[in-house]
């Protein structure tokens, strides 16, 4: 580990930023002997023949190097010169188990060039688009890399969210983030508009984040492990739209910046009575006066703002700017706190590569991922960073568009599904053994809305029975008695209202969603296979979690390797053994030697002489 008194000698940036004729992108990080090391992998990462102009890019190769704060054992160190001495001793640790004794030197690779104003115009031979007169410059691209240090939790896709919403901070503050994951892409250009028109509508501002549902593609045809999850995604996220809206699934959502940085909305309603049916607005958002609107940019809006976003000055700064850059458009009476047109027409500073170093690196001894940005500790991020965000009474909207707004690819071999299925389950179990049971919710969601996150939680526990059920016909046989003496009239009358009521849900399921009969069975038989292996294997791991402390791993999902063969669905018949087959396995092992053991039985006792076959 760097001893302390280094931090001040090392200057932020190793290699400044060049706007020479360099071009090869190079990558490299500080060991914690403070060596420089070069990624060699990406050495020969050369892009000169990519870009003509030279000036084109900005290439940083920016070297964090260890500060207090993400050193947490040498307290005695001075600060370097860009930190604030009041944020960096009020710190407390809020998380305790994060593997911080290892200093994180962050090496962050910035790679951008600059938008000009002037269009630029296309041309016919532009691939296989004309793309004559349409102004085609590319957007500011920015590629942020971190480094995964052994030992050291970088808490997968959470982390590397909240070092992306640090750096963009820095480098756009754009009030809107869209989240895709790295199997989904852009289907519908006109989505995000959408999803615009309902954070810039009046009332808007209360409004947190807009989940698109998300839609695969390379699925095989009959799906049949139940990918296309239609029922979830055009049944039960709308029926929860019309309450306080969807659970966040991770992908294809268009979050509100400031949102995310855990303030309370700008109004919000709390629900008392048993069922929540007393609503009233929550006492402690004050009603923001007409005043608010002459509110300078470089006052927080938020007086109890929290102490431990870091200590980078230029975040701390960014933050009421991106809350007042999100306000719709003050172009009516009837807007309250909007934004006067022109606003965000004022001039920004140049960036360079020290400060956005200065707000990426660092993580420890801030609340980044206990309780701002994206939460860490458990396999389904995504659902407990929307239920924090439900619980402090923003509002959330369910978006479907006509074409699809974003598409992915999703494993369709039956051994990587069970471990995508075990995987959300096990976070479900997470969430149902955490602080984050719909149980402690705050006021501010109603007793639906709690009810649905409820079953979010909880939904895995209904593997134990179903296992049991599917033992019942194995144990019937065997041990020749039914569940019950005789078919007695209590029985028949549980038996029929559950009949009844798992009809209607069905009914309900293929009404809203859509679905066919076909897609129905599937979801049927799928439901059976992953209840009996992930969903249980979910609920052990779930306990292991909570008991002794044992922590599953996030295996990204393999990705369709098939892309060269013949028969595009081959990965569909890969199998790869995995221990969560053998419940599946037993329960029909176990029901065919049932069946077979009685039905010879049946036989013998009927005509004797069938003994002679066996033996
Ligand atoms: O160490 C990691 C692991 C994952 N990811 C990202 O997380 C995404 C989700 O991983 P994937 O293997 O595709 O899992 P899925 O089950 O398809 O993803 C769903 O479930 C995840 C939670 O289990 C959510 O994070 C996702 O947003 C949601 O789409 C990936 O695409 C990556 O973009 C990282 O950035 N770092
Ligand atoms: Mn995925």
Redesign the pocket.
Known sequence: MASSNNHNKSSSLSSTSSYGPQLAVKFARRTSSGRVVSLSRDDDLDLSSEYNEPNDYVNYTVQMPPTPDNMPNSTQSNPPHHQRNDTADSLNRPNGGRGDDHNLDAATKVMSKFPENDPFYGHMDEKSIDFTGIDIPLPLFVYLSREKRPGYD?N??A??MNAIVRASAILSNGPFILNL????YIYNSLALHEGMCFMMDRGGDRICYIQFP?RFEGIDPSDRYANHNTVFFDGNMRALDGLQGPVC???GCLFRRFALYVFHPPRANEYAGLFGQIKYPAPHIQAQSDDDEEQPLNVHPDPNLPKTFGNSAMFSDSIPICEFQARPLMDHKSVKNGRPPGALLAPRPPLDAPTIAEAVGYEDKTEWGSRIGWIYGS????VVTGYRMHNRGWRFVYCITKQDAYR?T?PINLTDRLH?VL??AT?SVEIFFSRNNPFLATTRLKFLQRIAYMNVGIYPFTSIFLVLYCFLPAFSLFSGHFIVETLNITFLSYLFIITICITLLSLLEVKWSGIALEEWWRNEQFWVIGGSSAHLAAVLQGLLKVIAGIEIS?T??SKSTAEYEDDIYADLYVVKWTSLFIMPLTIMVINVVALVLDFSRTMYSVIPQWNKFFG
């Open positions: 970088h997968k896709k982390g590397a994951d790295c199997d989904h998300q699934v991770g992908t396999v389904t991020e995504d992915g999703t995508q995987r959300w976070g996030f990204l999902i």
